[in-house]
């Protein structure tokens, strides 16, 4: 059984400033990259950059060169010893070019690995309350985007500050080209262009400030899609006639997904209208000017040329740097956010809590003093003014209803959660003061919900692919019951599970796969074993028969059980009753049985449906 959790649901909160600006998620991504022994992609970027600009130049002068040379009358032999050169310059450039893009590539995506790597740390590690945290799972999507893929800001923005660092040194030395000309140009070029990117700033960003209406729409396109193909929903379709309605929400929603793009398109073409105007405006002022000073005598040819590319290309730098410095905000937002999700705080402690060794030998003890607990947002407590003690090798049966608060407790006693009111007490140390991932050593647990990962049986049973013992393997599946379906397997232990990654992969049943759970749980060999309604997928025969091996096997362990079937309990030491939040009864199963509380009442429900069912009390597993 599982509680109903209330979710964190915040008060919609303003915007807020983030945590880092640009030029510090800049100098982060800098610093990662140096930390990760990547420094190269700094300085390939600043090499790349001084290309760029000196490949440009190149272009730039190459025609307006040759063209002097025609027009001062130079030796066919000085024409040709200046073309080779520009070719064999451009020729160079290329090839160093070629050659840096093909060295920054592996040292940008080995950066973003890091990042990913240290995202994926934080979330494995952080503390279970975080994993139900609205405020953090907000983060950490946002966080997954800026690490998706090598467009994502955390490789992208190597690529943003190459090209503003290019722009930046383009536009220095076009300024001194063009200042030799007349600064009147630089002026009209400059307005003419912070008045194209004013304009075009708000009309691009369209698609920027809909993201999320774009990403629902495809979001929900792509579901319909997957949907009407996929194979658990193929009985479904063909029984219940699904089809039409299927088409027909593909239908709405591709037509939801035209209309957006649409509306995106009626917004850009202004931006194109406006960029067209102040284009001709920009060229037919600076294509004046310069016809001018030619036809006054002033300019060569071969020099109108050149300023009248430079112009052209000037008013390129000048928007390349803001577009460049918007789109380094942008990343900077996303990457704000990245640094912040790996920093969020967190409410347990980790290394800098008291060390704490597991020892399978040692009598621990576990007490809830006046503990209670609420989920954030709830409007009372899921569990109110507990006070228990779990001796060492005792045997803890925990009952109740849907929403009682057993899994509630079940977390407080592995330290997933902390009390927001009482203290859980390790041998009389509050758990608060160690080191949370070290008391996660002292606990086996079966869930109900199953961890396995695409790997080998082995490996499920040991958790690590490196130094599993196989003899220690059989001999916990054999406790578990599971030697002889695992043996009949074509590969043994060594056959693979899961198959979203291995065709031929084995589909264990529910039963199975529980069994192999409880064999995991006996591999770690803990002071403490948790059993979360383990056999819930069972039918009664099978879960008495699987409660009697956890009695065998459990033995000399301290151990806590959930269970939804009163009887099957009823080896534990000690049971107890949760009803709202409280510890209703407590007892053992015949003594309960005995006072006629709530426990008696309730066992004679289940024992009366078994009844009914055909089903005696000793198949069961009841007394009745």
Known sequence: MSDKQPQNTSQKE???????????????????????????????????????????????????????????????????????????????????????????????????????????????????????????????????????????????????????????????????????????????????????????????????????????????????????????????????????????????????????????????IWGSIADLILAFVRNGFVYAYLICMMLNGDMSISLFLLYFTAAGNFSGWVSGILNNLLTL???????????????????????????????????????????????????????SHISLTLHPGEKLAVVGLNGAGKTTLIKLLCGFLDPTGGRVLLDGTDIREYNRQDYYTLFSAVFQDFSLLATSIASNVAQTEDAVDMPRVMDCIAKAGLTEKVEALPGQYEEKLCRDVYENAVMLSGGETQRLMLARALYKDAPFVILDEPTAALDPIAEADMYGKYHDMTRGRSSVYISHRLASTRFCDRIILIEDGHIAEEGTHEGLLTAGGRYAKLFEVQSKYYREQGESPATAGMEV
């Open 329 to 383: 905000y942008r990343q900077g937002l996303e990457l704000s956010n990245l640094r912040e999700c790996i920093e969020y705080p967190e409410p347990f402690l980790f290394e800098e809590g008291k060390p704490l060794k597991a020892d399978p030998d040692r009598p621990y003890e576990i007490r809830l003093e006046d503990v209670s607990f609420r989920y954030p947002a709830a409007e009372k407590d899921t569990l």
């Open 14 to 268: 303003k915007p807020k400033k983030p945590k880092y600006n640009m030029w510090q998620s800049s100098w982060y991504m800098i610093s990662l990259a140096i930390w990760e022994k990547e420094k190269k992609v700094p300085l390939l970027c600043i090499f790349t950059a001084l290309l760029a600009v000196a490949s440009n130049l190149t272009s730039l002068t190459i025609t307006p060169v040759i063209l002097g040379a025609v027009e001062n009358h130079s030796p066919f032999r000085t024409l040709l010893l200046l073309i080779g050169g520009f070719i064999l310059l451009a020729m160079l450039l290329n090839v160093a070019a070629s050659y840096v893009n093909t060295n920054i590539k592996y040292g940008k995506i080995t950066v973003r690995t890091a990042i990913i790597a240290r995202l994926s740390d934080k979330l494995m590690k952080t503390s279970y309350p975080n994993i139900s945290d609205e405020k953090f799972l907000k983060m950490r999507g946002k966080a997954q985007e800026a690490i998706n893929c090598n467009a994502a800001a955390s490789e992208a923005v190597w690529d943003t500050l190459t090209s503003l660092l290019q722009n930046l040194l383009g536009f220095l030395v076009y300024l001194a080209l063009l200042t030799y000309v007349n600064p009147l140009l630089i002026l009209v070029i400059t307005v003419t262009s912070l008045l194209n990117y004013f304009i075009n700033k708000p009309l691009s960003e369209y698609g920027y400030r809909h993201k999320d209406e774009e990403g629902q729409l495809d979001g929900t396109l792509w579901y319909w899609m997957t949907t009407a193909e996929s194979s658990h929903m193929a009985k479904d379709v063909r029984l219940f006639g699904m089809r039409p309605w299927l088409e027909e929400l593909y239908r709405k929603t591709w037509a939801a997904y035209q209309a957006f793009h649409r509306r995106a398109q009626n917004v850009y």
